[in-house]
């Protein structure tokens, strides 16, 4: 477990951020012989990773004039027992006299140093303190604010290089097309009932959202819909170019962020020049967002590259969701509607039930709609389902329908766990992995949308030899 011990003068919000921490039940006060002030210690969680925390506060009653000795002390005795220091500033206040006597002496000792700069939700005032912050040597600033909670995926990532590495394997690499690593961490997975899949990353705070579709469809107006006012420019004209737009809003309490690579597109007198440009466009925002809204004109039929974003997006395996635009211009409404999704279903078939949503960005109309079903959308490819529930699945699945016998023996399913989410990844071990038909995969995948409720998303199943293969038990 890493060792955190939280530095810095009287009344910058070390305990504070103890607390938040340590969650403020578990915080134990433990008197330390020989150190004249209450330690604090505790075990917290920062996301996925338990902390050992050591504050040094309480040197604020005992104020005179001989705290920097006493300070230095005590940090010394909390600096002998951590890994790493955090040194907290308070950004209202500004960098004092103490603080950059502290700093000097900190770039001395032989234990990394994260720089955080607290009381950050006041922007503006935080600003000279941030510039000031940097002139302490300690590299760049974490922004925190304790109180508010905010910054702590930040901390999470300035410390993440000096995390344990993990006793057993949350998270397993894979290759993105299926064919797994000989990986022994996957060897220790099968059979093991006690794995759940844990998440390494602490899921970051804004939902990326990436919008794509052919010029004129009324992404920027969808956009400028969304986000409750105009952000980006919208014109009649195909391919018109948008300003470096990075646009973030909250709805329902959700921060949202748009994955753009606007400032690529160019206008241009040659159409095609501009149909070429969008796609490579799309296909870098597609690999930097969570959900891809791929947006459609109502008017004009699904069009071959309209389809081929879209399998581009379920093969990067991202989450989808269809946005049918200009939907107050259709006049045959419940037809087209209809004949959209046939078309969509036959020309997507490894996903099921993608969501289409049938917008008027110009109008407001079902805007609320879609962003709901994107944050479903993002849930969904955030599923994860219990190892325990999986292999009981497994087992009813199996004497359903058993794998097709291989020369009069049967091929057994042996084991089933996610190793991932995002979108939700699940390895298979049976005995002869090779001798799978497709059409038997697809009756796992079908039945893990179904029984799981994971509609929509792409599903990786991975298949692997177990370890026993040739028994037939
Ligand atoms: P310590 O002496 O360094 O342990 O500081 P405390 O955690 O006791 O905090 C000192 C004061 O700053 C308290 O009144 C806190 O409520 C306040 N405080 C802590 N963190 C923040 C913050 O992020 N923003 C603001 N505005 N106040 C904070
Ligand atoms: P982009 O190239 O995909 O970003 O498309 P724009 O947002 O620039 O929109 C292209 C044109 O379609 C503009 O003239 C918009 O006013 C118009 N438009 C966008 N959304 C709608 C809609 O829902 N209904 C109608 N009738 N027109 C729309």
């Known amino acids: 477990m ?7 003068r009287p009344n910058v919000g070390k305990s504070t951020l ?4 340590a969650g403020k039940k578990l915080a134990i006060v433990d008197d330390t012989p020989g150190i004249t002030r209450d330690w604090r210690d505790s075990e917290g969680f920062l996301y996925d990773q338990p902390i050992h925390i050591i504050d040094t506060a309480g040197l604020e009653e005992a104020f005179d004039g001989s705290i920097e000795s006493r300070m230095r002390e005590q940090t010394e005795e909390a600096l002998k027992r951590a890994d790493v220091a955090l040194f907290m500033i308070d950004g209202r206040a500004g960098i004092t006299p103490l603080d950059q006597h502290f700093a000097r002496w900190l ?5 990394p140093v994260i720089l955080g700069v607290n009381k950050s939700e ?3 005032a935080v600003q000279n303190a941030l510039g000031e912050a940097f002139s302490l040597g300690l590299g760049e600033p974490v922004i925190l604010s304790a109180e508010h909670g905010i910054g702590l995926e930040e901390l999470y990532h300035a410390l993440e290089p000096h995390f344990p590495a993990p006793e057993k394997p949350a998270a397993i690499a894979f290759d993105v097309d299926g064919t797994l690593e000989e990986s022994e961490a996957l060897d220790e997975i099968e059979g093991n009932e006690e794995f759940e899949f844990v998440e390494t990353v602490p899921e970051v705070t804004a939902l990326k959202v990436a919008i794509v579709g052919r010029p004129n469809v009324g992404k920027s107006t969808l956009l400028n819909a969304m986000v409750g006012g105009p952000r980006s420019m919208t014109g009649p004209e195909a391919g018109i170019t948008r300003d470096a737009v990075s646009v973030e809003w909250t709805y329902k309490d959700r921060e949202f962020r748009l994955v753009d690579t606007a400032g690529m597109r160019r206008k241009s007198k040659v159409v095609d020049k501009i149909e070429k440009l969008s796609v490579e466009d799309s296909m870098r925002a597609i690999r930097l967002a969570q959900v891809v809204i791929l947006v459609l004109d109502g008017n004009i039929m699904l069009e071959k590259q309209d389809l081929i974003i879209a399998e581009h997006v379920l093969n990067e395996g991202r989450a989808l969701v269809i946005a049918v635009n200009k939907w107050d211009m259709v006049d045959e409404k419940l037809e087209l509607q209809q004949q959209l999704a046939d078309r969509i279903t036959r020309s997507l078939s490894q996903i099921r039930d993608i969501p289409i949503i049938h917008t008027s960005a110009l109008n407001g109309r079902n805007i609320n709609l879609l962003m709901d079903t994107v944050m479903d959308t993002f849930k969904m490819w955030n599923k994860r389902v219990s190892t325990g529930k999986l292999n009981r699945w497994l087992r009813m699945m199996e ?5 097709p016998l291989i020369g009069g023996r049967s091929n057994r399913l042996r084991y089933i766990a996610q190793i991932k989410t995002r979108p939700p990844t699940f390895v298979l071990w049976l005995s002869r992995p090779k001798e799978v038909p497709d059409s038997y995969k697809r009756y796992i995948i079908n039945g893990l949308r179904e029984d799981f409720e994971i509609p929509g998303v792409p599903i990786r199943l991975l298949i692997r030899t177990s370890k026993n293969p040739y028994s037939d038990k």
């Open 122 to 124: 006041h922007g503006p």
């Open 18 to 21: 103890f607390n938040r921490i």
């Open 2 to 8: 890493l060792k955190l011990a939280i530095i810095g």
């Open 107 to 111: 770039r001395k000792q032989d234990i």
């Open 399 to 403: 004497s359903r329908n058993p794998a």
